[in-house]
């Protein structure tokens, strides 16, 4: 549990950097989130061993289709008509890579872990993207007062 304070302590240092979007920031980020991840899901230490380098592919590999998604529809985020249209297609199948990246995932995942400690991981990192959107509205909300 101290682990877990001591981590989110860390990522709500580290977040307000974060909306600067800055290369250093992030990576402390990623960073926070392993740890967090890791420390909710109560891994041994061969556990984490074998679990992390998993986990970092994988969240290359989302993070890397999220940034496609992005870049390649950026003009669409606000548009009506045709337009908003094409974004919901480009988003469903968006999200229906992410769902392939975590399948693929899963199996791997599960040569090292639990599916009790699988479940934590995903609750893990909901929790961890809660609290770092806190902690950037926070920031935003100080600074525009």
Not at 6 to 21: D, I, K, P
Not at 98 to 113: A, C, H, P, S, T
Not at 119 to 126: C, Q, R, T
Request: a positive charge.
């Amino acid at each position: 549990m101290k682990a877990v304070i001591s981590v989110v302590a860390l990522v709500l240092l580290t977040a307000g950097a974060v909306s600067g979007r800055q290369g250093k920031s992030w990576k402390r980020v990623h960073a926070a989130q392993i740890a967090y991840v890791t420390d909710r899901m109560e891994l041994t230490a061969d556990e984490s061993e074998a679990f992390v380098p998993i986990y970092k592919e994988y969240r290359k590999e989302k993070r890397t289709v999220r940034h496609e998604f992005c870049s390649e529809n950026k003009d669409l985020r606000s548009a009506g008509g045709e337009g908003a249209a094409k974004y919901i297609e480009n988003d469903l199948d968006y999200q229906e890579k992410v769902i392939g990246i975590k399948r693929k995932y899963n199996e791997q995942f599960l040569k090292v872990v639990s599916p009790k400690q699988l479940k934590k991981m995903y609750a893990a990192e909901k929790e961890f993207k809660a609290m770092l959107i806190r902690r950037v509205k926070q920031r935003r909300d100080y600074h525009h007062h």
